[in-house]
């Protein structure tokens, strides 16, 4: 499989193990890669043979009224106490409350877990980066070095800048691995703080900054012009978003 995204995405999704977002996050994937669609493809038609292989075996017929038999015996004896009118009525509301949430507000519940999902894995992969021998793959200060090394490596061009006479000097960059995709990392130093920009396409259109923070870190997410960035440190967040602001530019 040659696309950028990890094979293990492709496969909780076959699973049906993502979440609503990340699920619908990645059939809009699937709309402009035929890589994924083939390798969907593939799997399914793992699937359907091995269900037409027919690999299991009926339980004698001896063994069948032995378990249904069983089963009798923990049926319970004696009636359910009927509930009385008023608590039908309660039952009933609490059902209808449960439904209109439901209808109203699916689209918040969806947002609020992908960016808790979100915030873990970019956190986690700053995180990683500091271990040591981790932070860097490319150790330069030159921008132009820097980009020659990813190229080849990624299939998709992104602004690659030294800010030294900002105060955030560029150290090198790396290619790492967040939430299943593959994105590029490029390392900033600023005022004692270690800064990640995590870079990666996107087909979605451009949107403003957003903001969060996680475990004491700080993260500022925007989309522009095809990719989209997230810079990460638990510099504060008056740097983070000078960071941001010079990326941008």
Not at 66 to 94: E, G, M, Q, Y
Not at 113 to 130: K, M, N, T
Not at 146 to 155: H, I, N
Request: glycine content about 6%.
């Amino acid at each position: 499989m040659s696309c950028e995204l990890a094979s293990s995405t492709l496969h909780r999704y076959f699973d049906r193990e993502l979440n609503a977002a990340r699920a619908a996050e990645f059939e809009r994937h699937l709309e402009h890669c035929s890589d994924c669609v083939a390798e969907l493809d593939a799997c399914g038609s793992v699937r359907d043979a091995l269900r037409r292989s027919r690999l299991y075996e009926h339980a004698p017929a001896l063994l069948r009224h032995k378990l249904r038999v069983d089963l009798r015996s923990f049926a319970p004896t004696t009636a359910p106490s009927r509930l009385l009118p008023w608590r039908w009525l309660a039952a009933a509301a609490l059902l209808l409350v449960t439904f209109v949430l439901w209808r109203v507000i699916p689209g918040l519940h969806k947002e609020e877990d992908y960016q808790a999902e979100f915030a873990a894995g970019i956190v986690d992969a700053h995180l990683r980066s500091l271990l040591p021998g981790q932070i860097t793959t490319v150790n330069s200060t030159d921008p132009h070095a820097v980009r020659s090394w990813f190229e080849g490596k990624v299939k998709f061009t992104f602004p690659v800048n030294d800010f030294a006479s900002h105060g955030f000097s560029l150290h090198g960059g790396r290619v790492d691995v967040v939430q299943g995709r593959t994105v590029v990392a490029l390392v900033y130093a600023g005022r004692g703080h270690v800064l990640n920009v995590f870079i990666w396409p996107t087909r979605e259109p451009d949107t403003p900054p957003r903001a969060g923070s996680r475990q004491r870190y700080q993260w500022i997410d925007w989309r522009k012009g095809g990719i989209e960035l997230c810079a990460v440190s638990d510099a504060p967040t008056s740097d983070l978003q000078q960071l941001q602001q010079l990326v941008s530019e």
